[in-house]
């Protein structure tokens, strides 16, 4: 997701959200990000991209995040923000409204105020 420095929106597709703060952007985390050297365009979908080339590119983003020894701190803010767009901490935005709804579900039924689920 990054190249030589935290991800600025400039530097992305025009699919990145408009929502990325320079507040987003300031986590101690991102100094570590595997993606700060790799192909900023593997984590966005550029408009209208077919399925094939967007599993592709997922996949190829995925690999980054699965070396990336900051994927636990990313995924959790990408889960927090939330972050809408984009693979962060290895998990596609499909993926991560996934676990974001395993949790709601899984709070709902504990009773438990916590957002942070494993
Ligand atoms: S987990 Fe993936 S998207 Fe997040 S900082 Fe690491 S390489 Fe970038």
Known sequence: MLQSSPPQESQWSPAVPAQRSSRDLAGPWHSEAA???DEAGLFFAPSQEPTAARLS???AAKAVCARCPVLLECRE???LQPEPYGVWGGL???ER???LSRR????ATSGSGSTRVA
């Open 35 to 37: 993606c700060r050297r």
């Open 77 to 79: 803010h990408a889960l």
């Open 104 to 107: 709601r579900r899984r709070e």
């Open 92 to 94: 596609t935005a499909a």
């Open 57 to 59: 590119r997922e996949q």
């Open 97 to 99: 409204r996934v676990v």
